[in-house]
């Protein structure tokens, strides 16, 4: 861990990685500059640029929330599930079939969903502000994978198991009730002159009526992300006893890595932010993912106050999604997916639509558009112990 300095800062900013990059770097200073912010602006070693606040940071807020520190995919996670399937028992071709029975089940990639809306008994919970196309999207993407790094993963672990594993979030909802509450925000701010390092850091006291229906609406995103989330791995547990005959599942991990939720740290009562970063709590059970064609963790938390008990979501992007299609070259991604099956790179669509002198294949997900995960684990020794690492064997990619 390091400290990142600067002069104009209120408090400190601390760095797990090597590295930053400069735009990070910048929006983590904004951070320490912010007047809500307290003690310390925790930054993990996966982090890149998002919206105001980097992706991969955590900070805690006195009484206020930050829609855009908080994130547009609200409640977006992992959940992973060890089989009772010995790996060295699973043939390429079992989950060749596997991996082809996953695409054609679960709805996957931007602008897909199911046919018609499903049923849930939260759907009442819906923000009253949202049109109806926002409403019809909610019912009909519940259980859907959504599309850019969102995945569903086949791995072979080394305690000798297969497990199941995905990565989704709230989907449409989540991003539109983020963007909702930053207009919010930002017009609060502005109407009060508040002074802030960037207008992306806009924020909502909580006790403000405003602050009350963010966290409303926050915690509806959160918890219709994770009913996506079981959804998705108990439909993903079905087809694999439908090609694998298993029917045995044990340990079953669900983490959030984008919300804000009110913890105590450092004698204070404050509104934690993890924006790409999960709890970990000593003795917590998480998920550090990989690329999709390197090594992800199963992980216990060591609770270090200094990260107010966090650590990374994954491996973090190294380039964005057009710079990564425009500088790797597809034998070169190829070549990084040796030994994990997978249907080969989409063409532009949905989020990446193509634009003139944009590149036809998206390969945003490469391993190539990402950290080492390796070195990432080893920069967070003091946050979490790995408790089982997993080789991915399949790959359905949103």
Known sequence: MKRIDDVSGRIPVLYWGDHIEETARRQAIDLSRHSRTFHHVAIMADCHPGYGMPIGGVIACLDSVIPYAVGVDIGCGMAAVRTGTPSKELSTDRVRDIVVAAERRIPAGEGHSHGSGQEWDQFSRIPEWMDG????????????????????????????????MIHSGSRNTGFRTANHHHEIALKYCR???????????????????????????????????????????????ELFTDCTGEDEFHDLVDIHHNYAARETHFGREVWIHRKGATSARKGETGIIPGSMGTSSYIVRGLGNPDSFSSCSHGAGRTMGRREASRRLSVEECDESMKGVVFTGWRRFGGYGRRKKGAP???????????????????????????????????????
């Open 191 to 237: 109407a009060r002159r508040l002074v802030l390092p960037t207008d992306e850091l806009s924020y909502l006291p909580v006790d403000s009526s405003e602050g009350r229906e963010y966290i409303r609406d926050m915690e509806f995103a959160m918890d219709y992300a994770g009913e996506n989330r079981r959804r998705l791995i108990g439909s993903f547990m």
């Open 360 to 398: 036809v294949l998206d390969l945003s997900e490469a391993p190539g558009a990402y950290k080492d995960i390796e070195e990432v684990m080893s920069a967070q020794r003091d946050l979490v112990e790995p408790a089982v690492r997993l080789r991915p064997m399949g790959v359905v990619k949103g």
């Open 133 to 164: 196309r926002g409403r019809d999207l909610a019912e009909r993407s519940l259980g859907t994978l959504g599309g850019g790094n969102h995945f569903l993963e086949l791995q072979e672990g080394d305690d000798g198991f297969v497990w199941l």
